[in-house]
């Protein structure tokens, strides 16, 4: 899993948008998530306890939440515990991404 900054904004943002890869959680159970058996408890933890949907890199071992429209937001369920390339603008400060775009991985 690499990450790709397209471009930065001013260094002091701590802000970048760009695509990253990972499989898409939820902040709950983070790493113990990110697989495809998990993603129908991952959709009952967003749906019912609160979770927050999440992008985790086994890699760098990182986790962003994630957020954006309702209509990719409502995506994420179809995707819970599946490898995914997000397109978007990271704040890593506060360890979120906005969705722009999101694609099955490979």
Known sequence: FSFVFVSLTRAEDKKASGSWSGFV?????????AKAEHADCAVKCVKEKGASWAL??????????????????????????????????????KKTITVANMEAGT
Do not use: R, W
């Open 25 to 33: 959680t939820e902040t709950h159970c983070g790493a113990a998530g």
């Open 56 to 93: 985790y890199n086994p890699e760098d071992k990182s986790q962003f939440i994630l957020s954006g429209d309702d209509a990719m937001m409502a995506k994420m369920g179809s995707m819970a515990g599946k490898k995914v390339t997000i397109k978007g603008d990271m704040n890593k400060e």
